[in-house]
C-alpha cells in the first residue's frame, strides 16, 4: 500500500472512531511526524478524503471533519450469504508476531505488544474461493486457538461480551500471483478482489486487520441517494 493510500486510511478508521472529539485534524506539519511522511503525502491523503466529503480543508483556520457525512451499510457480499455449515477454513500458519511500524499504528499498540497472525483458506460450497491474512492484539485475545481461526472469529470476538461496531473496507482489482494460485488451485493471472478490512469494537479499538483476495467475490449495498454528497461533487475546484 502506497503511503498516501495507508495515511488515508488511518484517518479515516480514527475518524469512525471518533477520537477528534472536536471534529478537527491535527495540522499537516503534524500528521507528517506522526506518521513520518513528508507534508507533500499528507497533502495528497487530505485531498483524498475531501474528494469525498469527509474532511473540510479552511484555509488560515484548519481541517474539519464534515458532521453529516454518511456510511453507507453493506447488505450482504459473496461470504456473508453463505450459511456457517456451507463455510470451511483450512489454516495455512497461526503465529504471534512482532509488529511492524504501521501495525502499531493501526492498533495503537505499545512497543511490547504483540499481534497474533494467520493465514487461512476458505471453502465456499466445497470450492476454495478465498485466502485470508489476518491480525489480531495478543493483548485482546489471549486465548485465540485453531479452532476459533477455523469456525467464526467474529463468533469468537463476541463470545468474549466485546461488541462489534463497524468495519472500514477497501476494493482493488488484482490478479493472483503464482504463491496464491497454488493455494487457490486455478492459474496464475486469474482476476480477483482484494479486500483490506479493519474491525472496529463499540469502544473505538481496531480488533481485527486483514487481507483477503477472493476469485469470486461479489456484494450488494443499499446506498441511500446523498443529496449533499451529490451538491459537492459538482463544485468546480
Not at 5 to 27: H, S, W
Request: a positive charge.
Amino acid at each position: 500500500m502506497k503511503k498516501k493510500e495507508f495515511v488515508a486510511q488511518d484517518l479515516l478508521t480514527k475518524i469512525y472512531q471518533n477520537l477528534y472529539k472536536d471534529y478537527k485534524l491535527p495540522t499537516e506539519r503534524e500528521l507528517a511526524l506522526k506518521y513520518n511522511v513528508s507534508r507533500h503525502t499528507v497533502r495528497e491523503a487530505l485531498k483524498k478524503l475531501n474528494n469525498i466529503g469527509i474532511i473540510e480543508i479552511i484555509q488560515g483556520s484548519g481541517i474539519f471533519i464534515n458532521r453529516k457525512f454518511h456510511q453507507s451499510p453493506l447488505i450482504y457480499n459473496s461470504i456473508t450469504e453463505k450459511k456457517y455449515n456451507q463455510i470451511k477454513s483450512k489454516i495455512i500458519y497461526f503465529v504471534p508476531k512482532k509488529p511492524g511500524k504501521e501495525e502499531k499504528q493501526i492498533f495503537d499498540l505499545k512497543e511490547d505488544e504483540l499481534l497474533w497472525e494467520f493465514q487461512r483458506v476458505r471453502i465456499v460450497d466445497y470450492k476454495i474461493t478465498q485466502i485470508e491474512i489476518s491480525k489480531l492484539p495478543v493483548h485482546l485475545f489471549r486465548d485465540l486457538e485453531k479452532k476459533n481461526i477455523e469456525s467464526s472469529i467474529q463468533k469468537y470476538v463476541r463470545d468474549k461480551n466485546l461488541e462489534i461496531s463497524h468495519y472500514i473496507t477497501t476494493y482493488e482489482a488484482v490478479s493472483i500471483n503464482r504463491e496464491q494460485a497454488e493455494l487457490l488451485k486455478c492459474k496464475k493471472g486469474t482476476p480477483a478482489m482484494k479486500i483490506l478490512n479493519r474491525g472496529i469494537l463499540e469502544n473505538g479499538m481496531v480488533y481485527e486487520y486483514s487481507e483477503i483476495i477472493d476469485i469470486d467475490y461479489s456484494c450488494t449495498y443499499f446506498i441511500p441517494f446523498n443529496k449533499q454528497n451529490h451538491s459537492f461533487r459538482q463544485l468546480v475546484p
